[in-house]
């Protein structure tokens, strides 16, 4: 008999971003886990594919990428727009008779019910959201200072914009909780989601919830602390898993 097969980490990314945040992910969790990044169409590799901003078109996405891949315990990470990903995806599946989660870890994200300071009621118009979203700390001041027609108008704003459309869209699809613990991480100097507001997830998890800091701002996600952490989170999940075929 083979050794047992590690849990699944299916990792979903930020608004604007792709999946290199979670490049250097499976070098840290080694044997913990295999890391599965979830790349959205319209970036990257997939740049030429119309972006998605319907929380329906989305699940079926997702699920076409990640359904196949759910035949192991699992669990889920999301940052950001990625939590709520993360929190609808295991909702759905839960409630479809799938295999769910064996964690759902969200991080930098405030819970649906919380109002977002990046999801106003309006946005501003194109002239003016490249500023207001370096005001809010996503974007870095070169943004707000590129001419008209650069590549942050001409790449990163209209990607950046449609994934907002998908969170203030997923924000409104429910707020059910899960059957998963949910474990919630937060910035210690992240002024969009601090971890005071970040912690009302719990209302979510009846299975079981935790909370963690770690250093940085809003996208701590690109540092070491966080796979660190999920690391030790991810530990056992999978312990007795092998699959049917695993005879020599």
């Known amino acids: 008999m083979s050794g047992p097969l590690p849990p699944r980490l299916f990792c979903f990314h930020h608004a604007g971003a792709g999946v290199t945040s979670f490049a250097r992910w499976q070098s840290v969790l080694g044997e913990r886990a295999e890391v599965v990044p979830v790349l959205l169409p319209g970036r990257d590799a997939r740049v030429r594919e119309p972006r998605i901003t319907d929380p329906d078109r989305l699940l079926d996405e997702i ?10 315990p699992y669990a889920l990470y999301g940052h950001s727009l990625g939590a709520l990903i993360a929190y609808t995806f295991a909702r759905t599946v839960e409630a479809i008779g799938r295999r ?12 649906p019910h919380l109002p977002s300071p990046l999801l106003p009621a309006a946005f501003p118009p194109d002239a003016q959201l490249l500023p207001w979203l370096v005001s809010c700390g996503v974007l870095p001041a070169e943004a707000a200072e590129a001419g008209e027609g650069g590549i942050w108008q001409r790449r990163v704003l209209p990607t950046i914009r449609d994934d907002l459309l998908l969170a203030d869209a997923l924000r409104r699809t429910g707020h059910s909780p899960l059957r998963a613990p949910v474990l919630a991480v937060a910035g210690r100097e992240d002024h969009i989601a601090p971890a005071h507001l970040v912690e009302e997830w719990r209302r979510y998890a009846p299975a079981g919830f935790g909370l ?37």
Do not use: I, K, N, W
């Open 63 to 72: 699920m076409d990428r990640v359904g196949p891949r759910l035949d192991r």
């Open 100 to 111: 769910g989660p064996e964690l759902v870890v969200v991080g930098a994200a405030l819970p």
């Open 212 to 248: 963690r800091t770690v250093p940085g701002g809003h996208f701590f996600v690109r540092d070491r602390p966080l796979p660190e952490l999920l690391r030790e989170a991810v530990h056992g999940l999978g312990a007795v898993f092998r699959p049917e075929s695993s005879t020599v």
